[in-house]
């Protein structure tokens, strides 16, 4: 294997100052130290989540369309949701969020990977499952969600994947690695 990269140098940080506080992340301006040079670094930190991919006994896949303000517009998108606190267990995190978006519940969650959805200024760590098994429940979303289930077929989501209309990073990696570990 050739290496010609920089990959072996030291990285130190050397001061992390707050620069916001939101109600989901909180920004800092990280000084670091790169092999002798200094240079601040944006860091933001997110306490995690979890998502779920429910699948329903015919293989179809349940999924949510909601507004993302980031983008300005609507996605389509599995269910997910911050950890109620540092620490909290995926698994119990999916499992409310599936309820909660979807109005099914399931006991039957398999773990299917974890995402670090924007490596180079982002800690969040997203922890996703598989939900089969599933029983309908009651909805329940949050006071600024307005969600919309819709229900797919997994050829017609990987066509929404290769064409480049579906991009939310934690929804591609869930139903890609599905159709792989599953063969679908």
């Known amino acids: 294997m050739l290496n010609e990269s920089n990959a072996e140098k030291p990285v130190?940080?050397?001061?992390?100052?707050?620069?916001?506080?939101?109600k989901i992340i909180t920004v800092?301006?990280?000084?670091?130290?790169?092999a002798g040079h200094q240079t601040h670094w944006d860091f933001i930190h997110h306490d995690g989540a979890a998502a779920v991919l429910p699948v329903l006994e015919d293989g179809r896949i349940l999924l949510v369309r909601q507004?993302?303000?980031?983008?300005?517009?609507?996605?389509?998108?599995?269910?997910?949701?911050?950890?109620?606190?540092?620490?909290?267990?995926?698994?119990?995190?999916?499992?409310?969020?599936?309820?909660?978006?979807?109005?099914y519940y399931s006991d039957n969650l398999e773990f299917l990977l974890y995402v670090n959805t924007t490596v180079a200024f982002l800690d969040e760590k997203i922890g996703i499952y598989l939900a089969t098994n599933l029983k309908k429940g009651e909805m329940h979303w949050d006071e600024d969600e307005e969600l919309g289930l819709e229900i797919w077929e997994l050829e017609d989501l990987k066509k929404l994947i290769y064409r480049g209309e579906m991009t939310d990073s934690k929804t591609v990696a869930a139903i890609m690695t599905y159709a792989v570990k599953f063969g679908k």
């Open 12 to 22: 130190k940080l050397v001061e992390r100052k707050e620069a916001y506080k939101g």
């Open 28 to 34: 800092y301006d990280d000084l670091v130290d790169v």
């Open 67 to 103: 507004f993302r303000h980031a983008l300005g517009r609507y996605t389509l998108e599995i269910p997910a949701g911050k950890l109620d606190e540092p620490g909290e267990p995926f698994i119990e995190c999916a499992k409310r969020e599936l309820e909660e978006e979807t109005g």
